[in-house]
């Protein structure tokens, strides 16, 4: 063994996937698109002596493959990718060139370089909504397209099976189910948090939510998992399946997972919401999520998951009371204005020190409901300003009646610049400027 090359390896998944490949004594090399920041170094710290960071993009094939050979390793995990549903509007063909062109680059850097395996992060997302909630998906199950991302990832499998053909490369793919857990953040490839995410982070806020579709089903499992099952099949000698579910194996409903919340955190608020439009976090049925068979993982690794729901979550609960003050979009508050109805959800970094750059941001949101995302800046309402974290970043704002989360078809918005980010602060703050209802 020789190492391990990721791409992605800043991502919630590819950074999980790196430390614990450094865990188990294998040198790594992470492909980043700009260089690690203090909290990505905080998080590896423990085996930072095992992880070399190369800064590349995986839409550079000459620059990739270069750095994989130069590299000397034989095996890859492929994790490089984005889910913005924004940018898949807005630009689809940089969108296809990313989460396809990227794969075919990194299987020409496998082939070229002799490598012996690669591993592609796929996603559950392209078995589509379960037909049947009660029945475990397996590798076989027909396959359904709910946009770009899912024909990239069936196509990027597609094409690990035919390298596998023609080259005698192993490349295999690992069908993520809903990941969560520490480092979990907002990014310029992960706009959109899981449910989980939304839900601890409001509960650790002590913040009510209104919950639409809590009683539609997701596979959400705790990254330690995760990052165990792809560094297992990346490592493995010998594998006889091409796909592999990742995932819990056990679907759960927002409303379980709420209940498990406030058995760790005294004042778990949340009520049903009738709409979509009255709700803070949402679900629809396009985008629930069976159990996922876990029978392949087993057959060739022995995997079983570790982490039950209860115990997942109160290990990031734990971690998130110790490491969220020095996370970059660490925490998540809710604001309500005192008019219009209007909700935002705002992550902010606590390493910030400075009320000087405080983004200061007004416009209706039921306008940009109506009109698209038209904000505007000037003076921040007193009523709000009270309400701010210090720092400086960026507004998103959505031109959507509602607050969606991990859902795959985001609604149109754009980024508002507010004020430079100052490097030494390390401080993002992202807005998410919403329409809802009382």
Same mark, same amino acid.
């Given at each position: 063994?020789?190492g ?32 690690p ?35 000397? %390793? ?14 898949e509007? /807005? ?20 082939r ?11 996603? /559950? ?27 990239c990832?069936?196509a990027g499998? @597609?094409?690990?099976? !035919? ?11 690992? !069908?993520?189910? %809903? ?10 490839? !992960? ?19 209104r ?16 990052a ?7 490592l ?23 209940a ?15 709409t ?60 309500? /204005?005192? @008019? ?7 992550? %902010? ?9 405080a ?20 003076p ?7 309400s ?11 031109s959507?009646?509602?607050?969606i ?25 992202l ?8």
């Amino acid at each position: 063994m020789t190492g391990v090359f990721v791409t992605g390896a800043a991502g919630f998944v590819g950074l999980n996937i790196v430390r614990r490949l450094a865990e188990r004594g294998v040198d790594v090399v992470a492909l980043v698109r700009r260089a690690p920041d203090a909290a990505t170094l905080r998080f590896l710290d423990s085996v930072r002596s095992r992880v070399h960071f190369v800064e590349g993009d995986v839409r550079d094939r000459e620059r990739l493959i270069e750095l994989v050979r130069a590299s000397g %390793t034989r095996r890859i995990v492929h994790g490089a990718a984005v889910t913005s549903s924004e940018l898949e509007r /807005s630009d689809p063909a940089g969108f296809v060139d990313i989460n396809l062109g990227g794969t075919l680059n990194v299987l020409e850097a496998a082939r070229l370089t002799a490598a012996e395996r690669m591993v592609l992060i796929s996603s /559950s997302a392209v078995y589509g909504a379960p037909r049947d909630p009660a029945h475990l998906i397996r590798e076989d199950e027909a396959l359904q397209i709910s946009g770009i991302y899912t024909i990239c990832k069936q196509a990027g499998e @597609a094409l690990c099976r !035919r390298y596998s053909e023609l080259y005698g490369l192993s490349a295999v793919a690992g !069908r993520l189910g %809903t990941a969560y857990g520490p480092m979990e953040r907002p990014s310029g490839s !992960r706009a959109a948090m899981s449910q989980v995410y939304v839900l601890v982070h409001a509960a650790l806020q002590q913040r009510e939510l209104r919950i639409f579709g809590a009683d539609r089903l997701r596979d959400v499992c705790y990254i330690a998992d995760v990052a165990e099952a792809f560094s297992g099949l990346v490592l493995a000698d010998t594998l006889q399946y091409n796909i592999y579910n990742v995932s819990a194996g056990t679907a759960h409903s927002l409303r379980q997972i709420a209940a498990a919340l406030q058995a760790l955190v005294p004042g778990v608020r949340w009520t049903p919401a009738e709409t979509p439009a009255a709700a803070d976090l949402v679900v629809l049925a396009p985008s629930e999520r069976g159990a996922l068979d876990l029978g392949h993982l087993h057959a060739d690794l022995g995997f079983v998951p570790q982490w039950p729901l209860e115990a997942g979550l109160a290990e990031y609960v734990q971690w998130l009371h110790v490491h969220q003050g020095t996370l970059r979009g660490g925490a998540l508050q809710y604001m309500r /204005s005192e @008019a219009g109805g209007s909700i935002s959800l705002f992550v %902010t970094d606590p390493l910030s020190t400075s009320t000087a750059n405080a983004p200061s941001i007004s416009g209706s949101p039921m306008d940009a409901s109506r009109n698209g995302p038209s904000p505007v800046a000037g003076p921040l309402p007193a009523s709000r300003k009270s309400s701010m974290q210090r720092g400086s970043g960026f507004c998103l704002a959505l031109s959507t009646p509602m607050c969606i989360a991990g859902h795959p078809t985001i609604p149109s918005a754009r980024i508002l610049p507010v004020a430079p980010l100052p490097p030494p602060l390390r401080a993002l703050r992202l807005f998410w400027k919403c329409r809802s209802r009382r």
